[in-house]
């Protein structure tokens, strides 16, 4: 596979949508990727690719919600492994483990099922993007105080002039910057 080719050829099918959701917010919508059956394939298998040479011990994909199960499913299936969801709050049954974290105004809180990470589990953390960071860092510092490691961190998008990546210790791979 021309790894390159297919992830410029990719970034065309998203669309930019600027002063959504609000004022100054230059929006990248993934959904008009999804739209064309073969490019949301060659999106796979590139994400299977990366994930692969990457990340070759992960043991369960972690995605958040909820652009992040979009991908973070597939890639489980695609890689055998378990797919386990971060929720935001009062969806999750059962016994869990939370966190709260920082959004440009206020907080939030994600939340995963104490019984999905067992001790030292490895987890591949997908989402969609990385804007500030705020999200996936969460998601981490979840994963971790649940007992898991962080073997890598996988997302679609990086916007990387708000430099989110620097906010994460684990290693970050992105398939399309903007
Ligand atoms: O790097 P950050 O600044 O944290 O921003 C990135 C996060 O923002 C969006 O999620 P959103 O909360 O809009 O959820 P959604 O996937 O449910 O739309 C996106 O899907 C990422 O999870
Ligand atoms: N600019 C952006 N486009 C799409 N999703 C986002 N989530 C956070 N920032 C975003």
Redesign the pocket.
């Known amino acids: 596979m021309d790894m390159e080719k297919k992830l410029q050829e990719l970034k065309e099918y998203i669309s930019s949508y600027p002063d959504f959701p609000k004022p100054g917010i230059l929006f990248r919508d993934m959904f008009s990727l999804l739209r064309n059956p073969n490019a949301f394939k060659d999106l796979r298998d590139v994400m299977v690719e990366i994930s692969k040479r990457n990340i070759p011990d992960a043991q369960a994909v972690v995605g ?5 199960f979009l991908f973070g499913s597939v890639l489980a299936i695609e890689l055998g492994l378990p797919f386990v969801p971060i929720r ?1 709050p009062g969806k999750l049954p059962g016994e869990l483990n939370k966190v709260t974290y920082q ?2 105004y206020g907080t ?1 809180t994600f939340e995963i099922q104490k019984d999905a990470v067992t001790p030292g589990l490895k987890v591949l953390l997908v ?11 969460a998601g981490c510092q979840l994963i971790e105080e649940s007992g898991g490691v962080v073997a890598g961190c996988l997302v679609i998008m990086e916007l990387v002039d ?1 430099r ?1 990546r620097d906010k994460i210790s684990q290693p970050v791979f992105s398939l399309l910057e903007f």
């Open positions: 958040l919600e909820s652009r992040g935001k959004l440009e939030d989402d969609d993007l990385l804007a500030t960071g705020g999200s996936l860092k708000l989110g």
